[in-house]
Each structure stands twice: as structure tokens, then as C-alpha cells.
T-cell receptor, first 115, second 112 residues
Framework: GAVVSQHPSRVICKSGTSVKIECRSL??????MFWYRQFPKQSLMLMAT?????????EQGVEKDKFLINHASLTLSTLTVTSAHPEDSSFYIC???????????FGAGTRLSVL | AQSVTQLGSHVSVSEGALVLLRCNYS??????LFWYVQYPNQGLQLLLK??????LVKGINGFEAEFKKSETSFHLTKPSAHMSDAAEYFC??????????FGAGTRLFVKA
């Protein structure tokens, strides 16, 4: 149980385009979803926390207009990287938690490469 | 505020040897503690977690960790390393604020 699916696993795009990443909880209702960014050989950096039906809470230094997060249902959250630039290239990971919000289940991650 | 310190960014062991990855945490309230493993270009997989109760926690793939409140530690061990254990390991702490704080990670190398 507690499976989180993240899609796509890898995306390459041109500078200036927008990219959408989906995160789905397959067998539980995700009260809260989290989006992380991971730079090479580093730990996970929390970008934002989203609760179903409400606006996401962004961490300090994360641009809200750059990284649009939508949590429209209890099983789906999306992260849209708008007007992507090469510096946005990174590994993005989502996670979801159910009734116990202290326990997170992670997606497999998305490798974004912006040319 | 909570924090996590993983001692040693790289650990190298021989196949069949004991694996010990160290983690110390700081938390003003009783913490939830986690160990995750990450293989290249993949997300995090939960190895084990401590919430309440028994302080020795057994996880997948033969790993276990012991919560020692007096030492504020949650070290990860495995009696005998396999080549397939080579990966990045993250210790994490979570409290009532629902945010999870991750350590910097420890890369485990297993030599044949």
C-alpha cells in the first residue's frame, strides 16, 4: 500500500517553455502533498506543501509564480515549472501523506533538463 | 526547531561486513524518525521508521535502527552488507509541524 506515482520520470524541454509534473497517490487519499527539489549529490530541499483544495505554502526563496502547484483532488497534485530556464534543471520529487501527516510516501522523481 | 546530522558523507564497507550509518537529531518534541534509501535517479524508499513504542525498529532489506533518546541518535545498521545496498541513505525527522527535515545524506559504497 501507500504508492505514489510521479510522471513523467524524465523531461527535456526548451528554455522558455512550461513543464507540468504530476504526482498521484494510487491507493490512499493524500491530505497533504509535498514538492522537493534535489541538486546533484545533495539532500532534498522542500519547495512547497499543498493541502487539497487550498493554496500551497511555499518555502522561503521559492518563487510562487515560477513553480505553480495545484492540489485539485485528494489523489493528485501538479507542479508546473513556468518559463523554464537552464537553472531550473534539477531532480524534482513529490511525496504524499495521508491521515498521519508525519509519514510521507515518495514518488520516483522527475529529472528535468532545460536546454 | 529540529535538525538532523548524518556523520560521514561517504561510508565504505566490504561485502559481508557490518553497515553502520550514523544519525543524530535535534527536536524539542518527541520526534518521528526515518531512514530512506535512494538509488540513482530514483525517489526515496522508506527503509524504516520510529514513531512510538519499541526503540529498536526493523525495516526492509535486513536494516534496523535504534532510537536512543539519551544520545539523540537513530543509527542505521545491517549485519552483513550486500553489493545491492550501495546507495544514498537519508535520515529524517518529523514532528507535529508535519515538515520532514532531511539529513545531508550518506553515500554507502560496498566493495567486493
Amino acid at each position: 500500500g501507500a504508492v505514489v506515482s510521479q510522471h513523467p520520470s524524465r523531461v527535456i524541454c526548451k528554455s522558455g517553455t512550461s513543464v507540468k509534473i504530476e504526482c498521484r497517490s494510487l491507493d490512499f487519499q493524500a491530505t497533504t502533498m509535498f514538492w522537493y527539489r534535489q541538486f546533484p549529490k545533495q539532500s532534498l530541499m522542500l519547495m512547497a506543501t499543498s493541502n487539497e483544495g487550498s493554496k500551497a505554502t511555499y518555502e522561503q526563496g521559492v518563487e510562487k509564480d515560477k513553480f505553480l502547484i495545484n492540489h485539485a483532488s485528494l489523489t493528485l497534485s501538479t507542479l508546473t515549472v513556468t518559463s523554464a530556464h537552464p537553472e531550473d534543471s534539477s531532480f524534482y520529487i513529490c511525496s504524499a501523506s495521508g491521515q498521519d501527516r508525519n509519514i510521507q510516501y515518495f514518488g520516483a522523481g522527475t529529472r528535468l533538463s532545460v536546454l | 526547531a529540529q535538525s538532523v546530522t548524518q556523520l560521514g558523507s561517504h561510508v565504505s564497507v566490504s561485502e559481508g561486513a557490518l553497515v553502520l550509518l550514523r544519525c543524530n537529531y535535534s527536536s524539542s518534541v518527541p520526534p518521528y524518525l526515518f531512514w530512506y534509501v535512494q538509488y540513482p535517479n530514483q525517489g526515496l524508499q522508506l527503509l524504516l521508521k520510529y514513531t512510538t513504542g519499541a526503540t529498536l525498529v526493523k525495516g526492509i532489506n535486513g536494516f534496523e535502527a535504534e532510537f536512543k533518546k539519551s544520545e539523540t541518535s537513530f543509527h542505521l545498521t545491517k549485519p552483513s552488507a550486500h553489493m545491492s545496498d550501495a546507495a544514498e541513505y537519508f535520515c529524517a525527522v518529523s514532528t507535529g509541524g508535519f515538515k520532514t527535515i532531511f539529513g545531508a545524506g550518506t553515500r554507502l559504497f560496498v566493495k567486493a
